[in-house]
T-cell receptor, first 116, second 109 residues
Framework: GAVVSQHPSRVICKSGTSVKIECRSL??????MFWYRQFPKKSLMLMAT?????????EQGVEKDKFLINHASLTLSTLTVTSAHPEDSSFYIC????????????FGPGTRLTVL | GQNIDQPTEMTATEGAIVQINCTYQ??????LFWYQQHAGEAPTFLSY??LDGLEEKGRFSSFLSRSKGYSYLLLKELQMKDSASYLC??????????WGAGTKLIIKP
């Protein structure tokens, strides 16, 4: 089946630094990738949608200059949290889908970010 | 390897009850999530089980048996709006999410 990986699985950084999270589709071409943030009440908040080769579409309330998304290829999207602060500490999850099956998203295992 | 199994698709009738099963084989266990996802929307949280047993929340209930590596989501009094994909996800020993492929539930009048 379709596999989506994320790297790193967990990261701890100091306040003010930037952190890059990678999301890769291992055995399929992901025309669209989604980035979510999981909150303590277990809900997933969609942060942005990115299509390969174009700019990401951010959800209302998500700062695009703080959460930089790059979908440079059909198998890789990156989320960079710039000037991270403790309130950015969270579990970030990506998902991917192909153009041939827009109803199915394949989810990554998540990246736990802790900002000190 | 790690594996989550759930049926690909299920069909049920409005007003009826449906049970969606999820079996898992993972390296460790730190809880199991059920999410509902309508087409084109973000998944919404339904339940989180970490102890064995049944948890009821309105029309939805979730059951877990850690010894059997098994969970189910029970939906009662089905409504047309319950037509969606239902995702099972297990938190493994590294606190990573292992996702099932999702079960597409079709509700017929």
């Amino acid at each position: 089946g379709a596999v989506v990986s994320q790297h790193p699985s967990r990261v701890i950084c100091k306040s003010g630094t930037s952190v890059k999270i990678e999301c890769r589709s291992l055995d399929f071409q992901a025309t669209t990738m989604f980035w979510y943030r999981q909150f303590p009440k277990k809900s997933l908040m969609l942060m942005a949608t990115s299509n390969e080769g174009s700019k990401a579409t951010y959800e209302q309330g998500v700062e695009k200059d703080k959460f930089l998304i790059n979908h440079a290829s059909l198998t890789l999207s990156t989320l960079t949290v710039t000037s991270a602060h403790p309130e950015d500490s969270s579990f970030y999850i990506c998902s991917a889908r192909t153009s041939g099956d827009v109803d199915t998203q394949y989810f990554g295992p998540g990246t736990r970010l802790t900002v000190l | 390897g790690q594996n989550i199994d759930q049926p690909t698709e299920m069909t049920a009738t409005e007003g009826a009850i449906v049970q969606i099963n999820c079996t898992y084989q993972t390296s460790g266990f730190n809880g199991l999530f059920w999410y509902q996802q309508h087409a084109g929307e973000a998944p919404t949280f339904l339940s989180y089980n970490v102890l064995d047993g049944l948890e009821e929340k309105g029309r939805f209930s979730s059951f877990l048996s850690r010894s059997k590596g098994y969970s189910y989501l029970l939906l009662k009094e089905l409504q047309m709006k319950d037509s969606a994909s239902y995702l099972c996800a297990v938190v493994d020993s590294n606190y990573q999410l292992i996702w099932g492929a999702g079960t597409k539930l079709i509700i017929k009048p």
